[in-house]
Nanobody, 123 residues
Framework: QVHLVESGGGLVQAGGSLRLSCAAS????????MAWFRQAPGKEREFVAG?????TYGDSVKGRFTISRDNAKKTVYLQMNSLKPEDTAVYFC???????????????????WGQGTQVTVSS
């Protein structure tokens, strides 16, 4: 059975940092693309970052967020620095069956999703 479990969310002041984790089980991990998305109330789910053979980021987080992975632990991370109130959202990790970046920002390109973790940034 496939599981993606996010953790590490919470409440932080603007300018602060958080590190999210997503632990995967029941699927092939090291040779596939993983990604982080986020969804704020009333908004569509937004691509944040992806990691396959390399990394790619959404424009709104470039230079502030870093995605990484530990294949031995089957875990993907999202280090978030210089957080802003507009980063407030539920953050989801996602898995897809390829290791490329074709349509990487498209939610329908992913096969499995975690349940999400809330990140709230206060001003």
């Amino acid at each position: 059975q496939v599981h993606l479990v996010e953790s590490g969310g919470g409440l932080v002041q603007a300018g602060g940092s958080l590190r999210l984790s997503c632990a995967a089980s029941g699927l092939t991990f090291s040779t596939k693309t993983m990604a982080w998305f986020r969804q704020a109330p009333g908004k569509e789910r937004e691509f944040v970052a992806g990691i396959g053979w390399s990394e790619t980021y959404g424009d709104s987080v470039k230079g502030r967020f870093t995605i990484s992975r530990d294949n031995a632990k089957k875990t993907v991370y999202l280090q978030m620095n210089s957080l802003k109130p507009e980063d407030t959202a539920v953050y989801f990790c996602a898995w897809r069956s390829t290791r490329d970046f074709h349509a990487v920002e498209t939610t329908t390109a992913y096969d499995y999703w975690g349940q999400g973790t809330q990140v709230t940034v206060s001003s």
